[in-house]
DNA sequence: ATCTTTTCCCGCCATG
DNA sequence: ATCATGGCGGGAAAAG
């Protein structure tokens, strides 16, 4: 039985996140060797819905898709000071209740922090809008630092694209990270961003772009990622303090040089745990995580469970 | 799970 | 004056 993902359109939609959500999971994927999701696409109402740009659009199918749905998905609202109807947050809270992953992409969190979902929970949604859900919400807790929260039941993304990134990240958690690869390929989008929406709030790209050495070196870093990589020897290699080649580094990823080595090296044990049978302690090694015990501890911090049981999951 | 050692990394500030 | 640099301290996190 695939996956149904039901997203919500709604007067005033902005097409370009309901277009996202449309083209990960609604699109056919012959090429691959899984069982690919049923989209759906909802409305509260049956009439058309005028979309920002100007164009309007029927939802085949009413609320209750939303409900059934395993997977439902509420796109950016263009009014987050308005009330969001009391039909639609209640099927959200039905299809939640059911056991479906609730997922907000943008403003689309308004949604579900006024469904009640994101009550003690971390949220994301867009850098303009972090502050009112904040003030709005106080028992929400807006993370304004993320692409995208995965709180097991509930997602939510940041900005637009950040929706990419999470819709990716679900394909990821279902199918595993080689087929989330191949649908980003197609898409030609990267498979997985680093660091925080911070880096694209202030900072235009070109000011902090890594230029020279630091390009080189973040080009070099993934073919090597088995070895020992201490921030000095990082430092030297690129002819820097210690404390400028930080900077440095912050500016160009978003991150520290210790975050964005431990996130490479958790995608490669991820793809040799999913390619190859090599034991967990050849993993470790490879990825450069070191002891197996190592690998561990930052697989279920980060995905939850123990490579074994990602192995298995991918694997058969 | 808990402890110890090591490494990281960010604010602060003098310097060029 | 502004700006990048890089040394230092020490709280935080990782590794063992």
Redesign the pocket.
Known sequence: MPRKVAVLAYEGLSPFELGIVVEVFGLARPELPVEWYDLVVCAERAGPLSAVGGFTLTAAHGLEALVTADIAIVPGCTDVDADPSPAVTAALRAAHARGARVVSVCSGAFVLAAAGLLDGREAATHWRYAERLAHRYPRVRVNRDVLYVDDGDVLTSAGSAAGIDLCLHLVRGDHGAGIATAVARRMVVAPHREGGQAQFVEAPLPATDPDGDLRALLEALPAELAAPL???RLAARVH?????F???F?AATGT????WL?QQRLLRARELLERTDLPVERVAREAG???P??LR??FRRSLGTSPQAYRRTFRD
């Open positions: 201490p921030v000095a820097m303090s210690e404390r400028t930080l900077r440095r912050a520290s040089p210790a975050r431990l995580l070191g002891s015990e190592n501890h930052h």
